[in-house]
């Protein structure tokens, strides 16, 4: 019988003991260092939204709808659960794109949120001054909760199914073997045994992790928030209000209101410090710090001049690098859950959480794509504490600051460098992060290029983007791919090893390369990668950058009694992609090698100017090229080589607007563990040949027909095609866009999307029905391709 730990008695823990139980876990054990809620969750506002900015954490989101008004019944307890309705203010003209898209989402789901004039608003909520509001979305399904009521029905609901929960226990270790979680060791010196280990102990996390090698980036800040006398003259109930161009929440409790915010340079605070462990611990008053936040509500409603102020609370909150929470099992240990970093939003999220890491610790595997919250997306060096207080000028902040596209953090930069970062910076790069990554977005000829206002439309850079991409019609460009994941798999079983986790076929000749989903048990994509052969017991699998912590646990886990070594390269070389229609010439005119004999999806060691490379004949962008594969130390010198023989930089942004125009997707947007090769159309990678994982499930699936899958679809007039826009045929609503650009050679708006189809339908079919996409409100006409419109027959790749 295996033994769950929950570390943590907070909403987070609670929810989790709940749900387990439910779901008959018979021998649960939640360890809490003081009383249940004692350390963030007492004090939280309460404030329950479904309504979120993306589809996965919508449907968290939403479960909290359903379970909060049945707890009591359920448990017998109240949690003062209250639909109140709520509005999300806007006084800048592109908050209201930002708006239009999430209530269109938001309608998707099942949720009635109503996009409002500011007239509108003032006739709904007489209480509110909407002198600069611009529009409003009401959400009728916004609420509110009572946090330690909503914790005590989570642990009464736990222990009635026999949940164990102890109070007053500290846990001083997280014990493993290898890497395998094997209990808890307490304070006091007490060993506990088990098979699953949950660390949810909020702020106060990031120790017990360290001491399982797991890095968490994790910082605890002041978060405050004033509660007024009561206001008597209020409607009632008084809605979620939130101001998020001053960065406030209002929110009613009792006929009093409650008044918070989300600052830029949030005041971090040392969770391990001599205050720590003090149970319901309240920080000092700082006026300094909330008085723009006060000044913005008196702005907001009139009628708080006259109100006194009967409490000031200042408690811990803990934020992520991210400001996403960090859910799942660790990369690092098996075995080992952690559902820690809310950042102010564990309330609203903890049924959905609880019941997602449930299922997650109990079936070995997500029960919905988690990627934007796993914390297998973690790159290790964030979570230094340096980096993580440097995140806090912004972090805390992004919860309400307008999320324009293709926006870039400014704090905490320039934590992974490549070894060709100088050559990038020299050759005109602005960079940003993408994977945790300083890449070169796009070059800049000169200052006017370089800092470019954010757009809700058309991007700034857009007409530099297809500068770079016109190159390689005659020319040669430069790519910066060093940050993907490189992993070297070698020994007897790494033959076998890959040939049951990869759909294709991995026994090649030495020297090919091959394209192959990395699956799991239900036929979904677990990842998306290249493998080359570099041996008969060797193989280099090279992955996506954002993806690199998350494909190192995948490879470990599979390999587990496979007599196979897994070594990460990734920082070892530098990668740089020589593309463009003179990209053999410029090659050749530095090596000694017959790139002119040189095979599509293949790979050979090399010299360029007297460096040993490593060149591999595939391409991201479509156009004839090599990917050079050099030792890091040696980069700088082939860098210099190429671009003094003519090859000019091409950005991240051009890339992608690049890899679309040519129907090439993208793990983490297009693909993903629900998406199966059948569906994305990736079945020219599968060896139905061979056994793999997922084969059944891909065989029933063929059998009994498709009933969605991905197209690329042009965009007639569409400004800006990001993710997750409704595609509609006719009345109703068949599908979402994954990923969308504009193409820097064709010119088109282009999107992907997972749609619906009739079973036998052939994409010829597709290809001939009406569609439209809502982007930020407004519908635009959209069709189905056939092929990619940039060199369809791939002649250009292949030449």
């Not at 027909?705 to 990001?722: D, K």
């Amino acid at each position: 019988m295996s033994r769950t730990i929950i570390i943590g008695g907070g909403v987070i823990g609670l929810s989790l003991a709940y749900h387990l139980a439910q779901r008959g876990e018979a021998d649960v054990t939640l360890l809490e260092r003081g009383a249940l809620t004692s350390g963030t969750s007492w004090h939280a506002a309460g404030i329950v939204g479904p309504l979120r900015a993306t589809p996965n954490m919508t449907r968290l989101a939403m479960y909290a709808t359903e379970l909060f008004p049945a707890l009591e019944g359920l448990t017998g307890q109240a949690t003062g659960y209250r639909r109140t309705g709520g509005y999300w203010l806007a006084r800048a003209p592109e908050r209201m794109d930002e708006l239009h898209r999430i209530a269109s989402l938001g309608r998707h789901f099942g949720l009635t949120p109503e996009i409002i004039t500011p007239a509108a608003l003032a006739g709904l909520m007489q209480d509110l001054a909407t002198g600069g509001i611009v529009g409003a979305m009401s959400v009728v399904e916004d609420a509110s909760v009572n946090p330690v009521d909503l914790c005590m029905a989570y642990a009464r609901g736990a222990r009635a199914k026999g949940a164990q929960i102890r109070e007053n226990v500290s846990v001083a270790a997280i014990l493993t073997e290898g890497a395998l979680v094997t209990g808890v060791r307490l304070v006091d010196g007490t060993e506990i045994d088990a098979t699953r280990v949950a660390i949810c102990a909020g702020a106060w996390s990031k120790p017990l992790a360290d001491t399982a090698g797991v890095p968490l980036p994790l910082q605890a800040v002041e978060h405050m928030y004033v509660v007024t006398e009561p206001m008597p003259d209020l409607m009632q109930p008084f809605p979620v209000v939130r101001d998020l161009d001053r960065g406030i929440y209002i929110k009613g409790d009792a006929g009093k209101l409650v008044i918070g915010g989300f600052e830029a340079d949030a005041k971090c605070w040392d969770a391990f410090g001599p205050e720590g462990d003090r149970p319901f611990l309240e920080l000092a008053e700082d006026w300094d710090q909330f008085t723009p936040f006060m000044e913005a509500a008196l702005a907001l409603i009139p009628a708080l001049e006259t109100a006194g102020i009967a409490h000031f609370m200042n408690g811990p909150e803990s934020f992520t690098a991210d400001t996403r929470p960090l859910i799942g099992q660790t990369p690092q240990v098996d075995g080992l859950f952690v559902a820690a970093g809310m950042s102010s939003v564990g309330i609203m999220s903890s049924a959905g959480v609880g019941r997602a890491l449930a299922d997650w610790m109990i079936e070995g595997e997500a029960p919905m794509d988690l990627w934007e919250v796993d914390i297998a997306r973690v790159d290790p060096a964030t979570a230094a504490p340096d980096h993580m207080q440097a995140r806090m000028a912004e972090a805390v902040a992004d919860q309400f600051t307008l999320h324009w596209p293709y926006k870039q953090p400014k704090a905490g930069r320039g934590l992974r460098k490549s070894a060709l970062h100088a050559q990038w910076a020299e050759a005109g790069a602005v960079f940003g992060l993408t994977a945790g990554w300083e890449r070169g977005l796009w070059y800049a000829r000169d200052g006017s290029e370089r800092d470019l206002p954010y757009s809700v439309g058309l991007q700034a850079w857009q007409s530099i983007a297809e500068r770079e991409a016109a190159v390689m019609a005659e020319g040669a460009v430069l790519l910066d791919l060093s940050p993907f994941g490189k992993f070297d798999v070698e020994g007897p079983d790494a033959l076998p090893f890959l040939n049951r986790i990869a759909a294709a076929q991995m026994d090649v000749a030495i020297g090919r390369a091959v394209y192959t989903p990395l699956m799991n048990a239900k036929g979904g994509i677990e990842g998306d990668v290249t493998v080359t052969r570099a041996g008969a017991q060797a193989f280099r699998v090279t992955s996506g950058a954002a993806t690199r912590t998350r494909d190192a646990a995948y490879l470990r886990r599979h390999a587990v009694s496979r007599d196979v070594t897994i070594t990460d390269r990734t920082e070892d070389e530098v990668v740089i992609g020589v593309m463009g229609a003179s990209s053999r010439s410029v090659l050749a005119a530095l090596s000694p090698d017959n790139f002119a004999d040189f095979a599509f999806s293949t790979s050979r060691e090399v010299t360029v100017t007297g460096q040993f490379c490593r060149a591999t004949r595939v391409s991201f962008v479509g156009e004839l090229g090599w990917e050079l594969g050099i030792p890091a130390a040696s980069g700088a010198v082939v860098f210099d080589a190429l671009r003094g023989g003519g090859a000019q930089p091409m950005g991240h942004y051009a890339l992608d607007a690049c890899r679309i125009e040519k129907g090439f997707k993208h793990w983490g947007h297009d693909l993903g563990p629900e998406v199966t090769p059948l569906e994305a159309g990736l079945g020219f990678a599968i060896d139905w040949s061979k056994d793999f994982l997922g084969k059944p499930a891909l065989e029933a699936q063929r059998a009994a027909g498709l009933t969605r899958r991905m197209v690329l679809m042009q965009v007639e007039n569409a400004p800006l095609i990001l993710h997750d826009e409704p595609v509609w045929e006719g009345s109703r609503i068949v599908g979402l866009t994954t990923s969308g650009a504009k193409g820097a050679r064709t010119g088109l708006a282009l999107a992907f999307a997972m749609i619906d189809i009739d079973v036998g339908e052939e994409p010829g079919q597709t290809a001939t029905r009406e569609f439209g996409i809502e982007v930020a409100g407004r519908m635009y006409p959209a069709r189905a391709l056939s092929a990619p419109p940039f060199d369809p027959k791939g002649e250009r790749m292949r030449g």
